[in-house]
């Protein structure tokens, strides 16, 4: 190691706090309902790592002994064995366990990690964090490394010019720096949440924060430790409430501003050995943990989503218990043959060049070309989604769903400005449109039939269906969020529209089709009843759909799920697969029903029926032709089953023109 780092005092206390923030983020990504903001203990590492890189550039500034190269050594050693190990294990895993497109996600994540750019590719990718698509991604942890990384890239630089030009505005600099990076936070926390999550300008202040004490401890003497033991407590009262009561939505309200601050007074304390809580901190066990915390936040959520594949209808509990100690033998390993053996070694670069080089060629590998099965046994499975999706950004119709056994039908030309507009309006009759389709990917899922039924009775329909879009309009303007594709002004239009437009056309019936497993929130209720009752003011009748049953399958597509089982058709017969047993589910779709049965415009079309054999058997084939797209969405064979009785219902309700 350089003389000048070793020339800064090694704190067991800076270890006791890595142990308060590393086991809140694992008790957060096991569900446990008790830590409902365990994620901000990525934000109290944040700001040590700000604090103690900040004191070793500016140790080295101001010995004259600052090397950008011998800087970027030392993080290149501390970061990527240990991250290359669990990429590698992560992936062969990945590729066992998993099929088509998340096999060539898992590459491209593991690709990404390895490049620092894993914070820009998950947010491409998987968008929300709380959502499905990032709750399955089995390198999601890793953007948060990428966003470390991305900073210790150009803070160096950004420290090393401020001393050499204007020395003594160091503080100010970081301060204009942190202060533009909060200002930036802030703004886009609710109106664009997903790239201020996970990108670096609007993380900077967290690390810029521990910049700022390093900044001041470097040019200050602390005078004052009883003031600053104080202060230290109401830190830490302020990070471990944080973990209570934090929440992603408190997060989009600029909420994170707590347990930085919190971490910041405990760091404050850290030279106080007098100090009670410097001493629990201190104490071996909290030490302990916290040496091993890097090894543990590497190999915990890999772990934990392993584990949901696996043993998805396991006792949770135990499930977590099997979680916790895999993940403390995993980091155990991790920490003293892998972390310990290389961080301070100048002449182990080639072996871990060696090591990076083996990483990105199987992510490559698994990139280019994923796990693909051989589907050609079973008939295409037909998805007409983009064809009526108005989401302002274009469907995923890419030659990789063809390797996935999906046929996908789209527009000829895609046009962003339909969910501004009149939507996807097909013209059978004479008039504005009498049959209007709104809702999610599940409405997207039907909007085939609709526009089949419509074209046969010779009446006019829009679709306003979005992918990953809540159903119903936003009642209440200050409350509309920025969705996956959707960002906050889009979205505020699109509910402003979709009204609109009804108030306008006055169709006869509204059909709305949803993920009903969603209405999880008083405030998702009250406007889905808000909603209802408008058309009904307005005299128009409304088709509320039940959700059809979910499969009990954890792959991109039901085909490569059926062919990895062996389960291939057998002449005409139809088989049958088990249900999720999903609670939001059941209370989803009762919830609308209750909905519809509470007024006398309202129609329920219930679906399980047509697709469920017994209590808990779901139909997926009838011979060569596949039911299901995916564990939630029809194919298009799938969604005609429920074409008659729908006819049935349009016809008695718009009839014939």
């Not at 926390?189 to 910049?211: C, K, N, Q, V």
């Not at 209750?594 to 017994?614: F, H, N, Q, V, W």
Request: hydrophobic share 45%.
């Amino acid at each position: 190691m350089n003389r000048s780092v070793s020339r800064i005092k090694y704190v067991p206390a800076i270890d006791g706090l890595r142990t308060l923030a590393i086991l809140p983020v694992v008790f957060f990504h096991l569900g446990l309902s008790w830590m409902p903001g365990g994620f901000a203990g990525v934000d109290v590492f944040f700001v040590i790592s700000g604090y103690l890189i900040s004191l070793i550039i500016l140790e080295e500034c101001h010995a004259g002994t600052f090397s950008f190269l011998n800087f970027w050594k030392r993080r290149i050693r501390r970061i990527l064995p240990a991250l290359t190990a669990m990429i590698i294990f992560t992936s062969v895993a990945g590729y066992c366990l998993r099929y088509g497109r998340e096999v060539q996600d898992l590459g491209l994540q593991g690709i990404s990690a390895v490049f620092s750019m894993a914070n820009i590719t998950l947010w491409i990718m998987a968008g929300d964090y709380w959502g499905s698509s990032a709750e399955s991604a089995l390198l999601l942890h890793t953007w948060s490394l990428s966003v470390e990384e991305q900073f210790y890239l150009f803070f160096p630089a950004f420290i090393f010019i401020v001393i050499k030009f204007i020395p003594k505005y160091v503080f100010m600099a970081v301060s204009v720096l942190a202060v533009a990076s909060l200002a930036l936070y802030l703004y886009g926390a609710d109106r664009h949440a997903a790239e201020t999550f996970y990108l670096l300008p609007t993380r900077i202040w967290e690390l810029a924060a521990g910049s700022l004490l390093a900044v001041r401890s470097m040019n200050q003497a602390c005078n004052s430790k009883k003031t600053y033991g104080y202060l230290a407590v109401i830190g830490v009262l302020l990070v471990v409430g944080s973990y209570g009561f934090l929440s992603n939505h408190l997060v989009r309200n600029g909420f994170l501003f707590f347990p930085v601050v919190g971490a910041l007074l405990i760091l404050m304390d850290q030279g106080n050995k007098e100090s009670l809580l410097n001493k629990m901190l201190s104490s071996p066990p909290m030490v302990y943990v916290g040496k091993l915390s890097y090894s543990l936040y590497l190999w915990h959520w890999p772990i934990i989503v392993f584990s949901r594949d696996l043993f998805p209808d396991e006792n949770q509990a135990v499930v977590n218990i099997v979680v916790i100690v895999l993940t403390v033998v995993f980091s155990i390993f991790s920490y003293y043959l892998i972390e310990k053996l290389t961080r301070h070694r100048k002449d182990n670069l080639p072996y871990i060049a060696l090591a990076v080089l083996v990483s990105l060629l199987f992510s490559g590998y698994l990139y280019s070309v994923g796990k693909y099965y051989d589907v050609s046994m079973y008939n295409k499975v037909v998805w007409k989604g983009p064809v009526y999706d108005v989401a302002p950004v274009e469907a995923d119709v890419s030659g990789r769903w063809q390797k996935e056994g999906l046929l996908i039908e789209a527009p000829e030309k895609f046009d962003e400005g339909l969910y501004a507009n009149n939507g996807v309006i097909k013209q059978y009759g004479s008039g504005d449109p009498d049959v209007l389709v709104i809702g999610s990917s599940i409405a997207l899922m039907f909007s085939g039939v609709v526009d089949d039924i419509a074209k046969e009775l010779g009446v006019n329909v829009a679709f306003f269906g979005a992918r990953g879009t809540p159903v119903f309009p936003e009642s209440n303007p200050s409350m509309v969020k920025e969705e996956r594709f959707f960002t906050l002004s889009e979205k505020a239009i699109f509910d402003a529209n979709r009204i609109e437009k009804i108030e306008q056309w006055m169709p006869s019936v509204v059909i709305i089709a949803g993920n009903w497993t969603s209405i999880n929130s008083e405030n998702d209720k009250h406007n889905a009843a808000a909603f209802i009752d408008r058309l009904g003011k307005a005299g128009i009748k409304v088709i509320l759909v039940e959700q059809p049953p979910l499969l009990d399958i954890k792959s991109q597509t039901l085909v490569q799920y059926l062919v990895h089982n062996n389960i291939f058709p057998e002449g005409e017969s139809a088989k049958y697969l088990k249900e999720l047993n999903s609670q939001s589910y059941v209370a989803g779709n009762l919830f609308i029903k209750e909905l519809a049965s509470g007024c006398p415009y309202c129609y329920y079309m219930p679906t399980r029926d047509i697709y469920m054999k017994g209590s808990d058997e779901v139909l997926i084939v009838e011979g060569k032709d596949v039911v299901y797209r995916d564990e939630g969405h029809l194919s298009n064979y799938g969604a005609l089953k429920l074409k008659p009785r729908l006819k049935n219902m349009l016809e008695s309700l718009v009839g014939a023109q």
